[in-house]
């Protein structure tokens, strides 16, 4: 007999079967349990929103407790649309599809322009915002919104310090999802998240949604230059695959998408640059790119060297 299906469990109010629950193990992400579980790990943000006892997404810990079962419907939809064993190859094809690339962000040397804020959850006051919710939004006066139009929801982040000259070198910009306007009024109109990539909250921007560039492998050798991991995507200390991270050189360097690149670290002066991994460039601005990593032989950090193996 299965004894754990016969108990019965306590969380956050709801009471649910103990095969409803996951407990976290080490290394657990909420990506992960999302891939793992309903095979879109872009769903992470709905998993947190039925587990209000995590009170950071990046920081879950061996031990703690996920309810798996009050799902909201994107999340059942998803498990039972895509099957149940997904093949490595597969996983990394999906990785590179559109939404990972939209959902990677890039840094900039100054603060994107916005075209409109979120200013409200419509009917509750809500924190996390998600796909699926119907929200306000404000728009600036010299954009044209229409019903049926979709924007970009983004957010900028204070300056980024360059890890080695420590001179600001840019500005973070998350892209969260997308939202679609469903109806205007003379103040404000009203819209319906149709993506979300990460957490949104009430203040995060909007400007015109642009769809990623179409994407393939370069087989252009990549430029010889020295560039640096000047931030990472969550701003977390360390990294591997799939990771994306953002380095100080771009367009005007000769990068381009689909190109690959090593990356190295220099311990000590008298010894030689130590093999970090691959990455792959996913979008590029003039002065700066964002990059996949394709193989990690160890953490990745920022401060570690870019450049092409000789």
Not at 218 to 241: M, N
Request: hydrophobic share 40%; charged share 25%.
């Amino acid at each position: 007999m299965r004894w754990i299906i016969c108990v019965l469990v306590l969380v956050s109010g709801i009471q649910v079967w103990a095969d409803e629950l996951h407990v976290v193990k080490k290394g657990d992400t909420l990506w992960d349990i999302c891939d793992h579980y309903y095979h879109n790990p872009y769903l992470w943000p709905k998993l947190w929103q039925i587990n209000p006892h995590v009170t950071n997404p990046h920081w879950i810990y061996p031990g703690d407790v996920l309810c798996l079962k009050e799902t909201p419907e994107e999340l059942v939809k998803a498990a039972k649309e895509i099957k149940k064993e997904v093949k490595l190859k597969k996983r990394k094809k999906f990785l590179l599809d559109w939404r990972y690339r939209e959902a990677a962000g890039y840094l900039s040397l100054s603060p994107e322009k916005h075209s409109g804020e979120i200013i409200k959850a419509i009917g509750e006051d809500k924190v996390v915002l998600g796909e699926g919710d119907v929200i306000y939004v404000k728009f600036q006066s010299a954009s044209k919104p229409k019903v049926g139009s979709v924007w970009t929801i983004f957010r900028i982040s204070p300056p980024i310090l360059h890890p080695i000259t420590k001179q600001q070198i840019g500005y973070l910009h998350e892209i969260l999802g997308a939202v679609k306007v469903t109806k205007i009024y003379p103040q404000v109109a009203e819209a319906k998240i149709i993506r979300s990539y990460d957490v949104i909250y009430v203040g995060d921007f909007l400007k015109p949604y642009q769809p990623p560039k179409p994407f393939s492998l370069c087989k252009e050798k990549p430029p010889s230059l020295k560039a640096w991991v000047v931030a990472t995507k969550g701003e977390i200390s360390e990294i591997a695959w799939p990771d994306v991270l953002y380095i100080d050189a771009g367009e005007n360097q000769g990068l381009k998408i689909g190109q690959t690149l090593d990356v190295f670290r220099k311990e000590a002066e008298n010894l030689p640059p130590l093999f970090i991994g691959k990455i792959l460039i996913i979008h590029t601005t003039p002065q700066t790119a964002t990059a996949m990593i394709l193989e990690s032989k160890r953490p990745f950090h920022t401060g570690d060297i870019v450049g092409v193996a000789k």
